[in-house]
C-alpha cells in the first residue's frame, strides 16, 4: 500500500483522542497502512511473568494508527497542509507542502 508519509516526517494528528498532537514518524508499517509517532497512541500493556522468578509487569507502548488520520506540518509557519509533488530545475522529483510551498525531501 502507498502512504503519503515517510519516516522521519514531522505530522499533526488529526483524527482519534490524541487530535492536534505533532510530532516526528519513528516507524511505518506500509503493509497494513499503518505508521507510528513519537509520544502519541500510547497505551498500557499488561505482561504476565515469562518464568518463576520474574515478576509481571504493566509498559506503556506505543501503538500503530492508520496514516490517514496525519497530516504534514509546517514548523515555520505552524500550519498543516497536504503534499505534492514537483520537479526541481535539476530534474529531481521533490515533495513540497502544498500551502507554503517548503520542500520536504
Known amino acids: 500500500q502507498k ?7 514531522f505530522v499533526q ?7 492536534g498532537v505533532t510530532g516526528t514518524i519513528t516507524e511505518v508499517l506500509p503493509k497494513l497502512g499503518q ?5 502519541v497512541n500510547i497505551k498500557t500493556k499488561h505482561l504476565a511473568p515469562q518464568n518463576q522468578n520474574e ?3 504493566i509498559k506503556k507502548i506505543e ?3 492508520h496514516h490517514s488520520n496525519v497530516q504534514h506540518f509546517s ?3 505552524n500550519v498543516r497542509s497536504r503534499v505534492g509533488h514537483k520537479f526541481l530545475e535539476n530534474g529531481k522529483k521533490v ?9 520536504l525531501d
Open 63 to 65: 501503538y500503530p494508527f
Open 13 to 19: 494528528v488529526i483524527a482519534g483522542s490524541d487530535k
Open 3 to 9: 502512504l503519503h508519509v515517510k519516516k522521519g516526517d
Open 75 to 77: 514548523k515555520e509557519k
Open 55 to 57: 515478576q509481571g509487569s
Open 95 to 103: 515533495r513540497y507542502l502544498i500551502k507554503t510551498g517548503e520542500i
Open 35 to 39: 505508521i507510528k509517532i513519537e509520544g
